[in-house]
């Protein structure tokens, strides 16, 4: 299993991160992709996904977007262009839209320039969506990125769903799916072929429905997996085949 979506660098597992890791390969996890937050982050992700043998993207969430946009996307242009060649660099992100979160046309300006470097440096990206799917539909139509990428932590219907994968786009798959409540993104798991799907768990964030007060880690990723295999009524470890080669095939891992 890879967890395509897990921010492993974040406070929240400082205390115990080897631990994690260790659990992580004692149930068949056998890599995660860091994403980028900000600037200030990059070089913690690194150094993490060098000492577990990981991989990471690098990019700036629209929850930090920063007051010189132009200086940080120079700095983001100069990071992708010092790691392009290591193997453990997979893609441009995460970025996005965020209507929920100090939603402002500088969101859009700093993920139009983002969008451009990962079609400069032919990466895929790793895209954050609340609230704002036809914006983001738009701009990604507009700009006609080389390898697409995934919008994570995926929880729309099926039609919105069918645009993203017109465009080429993978969607990412975590806890949400566990949820009996959440109709709409289970009908869309099970409507839709399994190649179009990556499985994540955005950790630390986005825990299960039954526990929503603990800490997410990487070891739901069973879970999500058992689920996904329930709804399309295939064996797990048909399942699970489909799953890592979207993920080895999108990311080039």
């Keep these: 299993m890879i967890d395509t979506h897990a921010h492993l660098d974040m406070a929240a597992f400082d205390d115990d991160r080897a631990l994690v890791f260790d659990a992580m390969h004692h149930q068949g996890i056998t890599s995660a992709i860091i994403p980028g937050v900000s600037v200030e982050q990059w070089q913690k992700q690194i150094q ?58 500088k969101q859009l300006s700093l993920l139009e320039q983002q969008l451009l470097l990962a079609k400069t440096y032919r990466f895929p990206v790793i895209l954050h969506a609340v609230k704002a799917h036809q914006e983001l539909l ?73 526990h929503p007060k603990t800490r997410n880690t990487p070891l739901i990723l069973s879970r999500i997996v058992s689920e996904i295999a329930f709804l399309k009524k295939k064996e797990i470890v048909c399942i699970l085949e489909q799953l890592n080669k979207n993920a080895v095939q999108l990311f080039e891992l």
């Design 138 to 210: 738009a701009i990604l139509g507009k700009m006609k990125l080389d390898r697409s990428g995934v919008v994570h932590g995926f929880y729309g219907n099926n039609d919105i769903a069918k645009r993203y994968i017109d465009l080429g786009f993978k969607l990412g798959i975590g806890a949400l799916i566990l949820n009996p409540n959440a109709t709409k993104l289970r009908q869309t798991v099970t409507n839709l072929p399994l190649e179009h799907f990556l499985i994540e768990t955005d950790s630390p964030s986005m825990p299960p429905f039954d």
């Design 48 to 105: 993490i996904a060098q000492q577990y043998d990981c991989y990471f993207s690098l990019g700036i969430h629209p929850w930090y977007v920063p007051d010189d946009i132009e200086a940080a996307i120079i700095q983001l242009d100069e990071v992708l262009q010092k790691y392009r060649g290591n193997k453990r660099l997979v893609a441009v992100g995460e970025c996005g839209l965020d209507k929920l979160h100090h939603w402002s046309d």
